[in-house]
Nanobody, 118 residues
Framework: QVQLVQSGGGLVQPGESLRLSCAAS????????MAWFRHSPGKERELIAR????????FYADSVKGRFTASRHNDENTMYLQMNSLKPEDTALYSC???????????WGQGTQVTVSS
C-alpha cells in the first residue's frame, strides 16, 4: 500500500523558516516526479514546487521562487520543502504528491498546516 506521510509545519512568525518532509513507502518513487501543493481558503490549490525523479530539475511557482527549495533523497524515499522568509500569505495546507511528467499526481500526503502570523 502506497503511503506518503508528511511531517513538519506549524505556526511561525513572518520571516522565519520551516522544513516540511514527505516520506514515501509501499513503492519505488525514485523514477517519479514529486511535488508540493498548497491550498488556502478561498483560493485554488496551487502547485508551488516540482522536482524531477533524479532531483536534478526543479520548478517553482513565482509566489515562492527564491524562498522555497525542494529536494529529495531517493535512497530514503523522502522529499523535503525548505521554506525561508515566510510570509503571512504562505499560510495554507501543504500537501506532497507523487506523479508523472504529464502533471498527473496519483498519490498524496495527508497535508500539513503552515500558519505564518505575528
Amino acid at each position: 500500500q502506497v503511503q506518503l506521510v508528511q511531517s513538519g509545519g506549524g505556526l511561525v512568525q513572518p520571516g522565519e523558516s520551516l522544513r516540511l518532509s514527505c516520506a514515501a513507502s509501499g513503492g519505488t518513487f525514485s523514477t517519479h516526479v514529486m511535488a508540493w501543493f498548497r491550498h488556502s481558503p478561498g483560493k485554488e490549490r496551487e502547485l508551488i514546487a516540482r522536482i524531477s525523479a533524479s532531483g536534478g530539475s526543479t520548478f517553482y511557482a513565482d509566489s515562492v521562487k527564491g524562498r522555497f527549495t525542494a529536494s529529495r533523497h531517493n535512497d530514503e524515499n523522502t522529499m523535503y520543502l525548505q521554506m525561508n522568509s515566510l510570509k503571512p500569505e504562505d499560510t495554507a495546507l501543504y500537501s506532497c504528491a507523487v506523479g508523472n511528467d504529464y502533471g498527473v499526481y496519483t498519490y498524496w500526503g495527508q497535508g500539513t498546516q503552515v500558519t505564518v502570523s505575528s
